[in-house]
């Protein structure tokens, strides 16, 4: 089991930046593939980015390339999301996951999930 608690979001304004954290539990954080993924109202839950056990792999969703990165530091047991360039239809419940498989872009490839951190883009 991993606890995953995430952090950092709130209200900016579009064009502007948050980085999100992720702080996990436990000692085996680098046998965990970590991803982030968003939930706006209404919608279903939508890949964001991913990043391999070593960091040395990463995937972006389309809609987020280019603007997003997703880095880990796992001497500190967090994954990060940096998102710069801020759109309105970024507005979500933004969430970060765990996985052992060295990569995964589905939902369903994910075992723990985090609770969730409000992210709102003001046009």
């Known amino acids: 089991q991993v606890q995953l608690v995430e952090s950092g979001g709130g209200l900016v304004q579009a064009g502007g930046s948050l980085r999100l954290s992720c702080a996990a539990s436990g000692r085996t954080f680098s046998s965990y593939a970590m991803g982030w993924f968003r939930q706006a109202p209404g919608k279903e839950r939508e890949f964001v980015a991913a990043?391999?056990?070593?960091?040395?792999?990463?995937y972006y969703a389309d809609s987020v390339k280019g603007r997003f990165t997703i880095s880990r530091d796992n001497a500190k047991n967090t994954v990060y999301l940096q998102m710069n360039s801020l759109k309105p239809e970024d507005t979500a419940v933004y969430y970060c996951?765990?996985?052992?498989?060295?990569?995964?872009?589905?939902?369903?490839?994910?075992?723990?999930w985090g609770q969730g951190t409000q992210v709102t883009v003001s046009s």
């Open positions: 996951a765990a996985q052992r498989l060295l990569i995964a872009t589905r939902s369903y490839e994910y075992d723990y």
């Open positions: 990043i391999s056990w070593s960091g040395g792999s990463t």
